[in-house]
């Protein structure tokens, strides 16, 4: 099962900052939140990760916590091609392999 | 681009058939693994590969059958494959030995089992 809630479905407006929510209040202490986006019909795209800390780099934000109970992932400027499903994961080690449990994401439209 | 290639993009198959699925990483890698994404469900991990070792098999079944002669390079085949099989398989690779592994992924093999 899936480590994280997302709301299904956000709307934002064309040159607006999008956040998108997520909720991972059972992850532990060395467990990484990972976000990545899919559009339609194509492989997801890795947008960012953190542990503990913010992280930003050219495509997004990213916000935790300081209980790292949730975090936000920020787009600053969403565009018409940031329309795309967005999953926060949370990577978990299974014996000596690392996993991205993945759920059903959140569908964000960007509006014109 | 990802630097992770999957041939062919789509594929229509009959229960009777035999194909293959094909993944090539460019990156310098030393994992790699096969998802498969059915509608209205999260994608699901069927296969990993770790220094061409398979080190993870989520229960899958045998009409499903992976290969990976080289860490550049892995297969899917696949025979008498079910309607239910028909799905978006989905390739990725990352660095094993980084804690901070990043997963990377193909575009994705639109599958239909007729």
């Known amino acids: 099962d899936a480590k994280t809630t997302q709301p299904p479905s956000m709307d934002c407006a064309e040159g607006r900052a999008a956040n998108l929510p997520c909720n991972h209040s059972?992850?532990?202490?060395?467990?990484?939140v990972y976000w990545y986006r899919q559009i339609h019909s194509q492989g997801p795209q890795y947008i960012i990760h953190g542990l503990k800390n913010n992280e930003t780099n050219e495509m997004a934000s990213l916000i935790i916590t300081e209980d790292r109970k949730s975090s936000t992932l920020i787009l600053p400027h969403a565009t018409l091609r940031d329309t795309a499903v967005y999953y926060c994961?949370?990577?978990?080690?299974?014996?000596?392999?690392?996993?991205?449990?993945w759920g059903l994401g959140t569908s964000l439209a960007v509006n014109p | 681009e990802t630097g992770v290639t999957q041939t062919p993009r789509h594929l229509v198959m009959g229960m009777t058939n035999k194909k293959s699925l094909k993944c090539e990483q460019h990156?310098?890698?030393?994992?790699m693994y096969w998802y498969k994404q059915s509608a209205k469900k999260p994608l699901e991990l069927m296969f990993v590969?770790?220094?061409?070792?398979?080190?993870e098999n989520n229960s899958v079944p045998s009409r499903f059958s992976p290969e990976c002669p080289n860490s550049s390079h892995l297969f899917l085949h696949l025979h008498t494959l079910q309607p239910e099989d028909s799905a978006l398989y989905l390739c990725?690779?990352?660095?094993?030995?980084?804690?901070?592994?990043?997963?990377?992924f193909g575009p994705g093999t639109r599958l239909l089992v007729l």
């Open positions: 059972t992850i532990s202490g060395n467990e990484y």
């Open positions: 990725a690779s990352s660095h094993r030995d980084n804690d901070q592994e990043t997963q990377y």
């Open positions: 994961i949370v990577r978990v080690r299974a014996g000596n392999n690392r996993k991205l449990i």
């Open positions: 590969y770790n220094f061409k070792e398979q080190t």
């Open positions: 990156l310098g890698h030393n994992a």
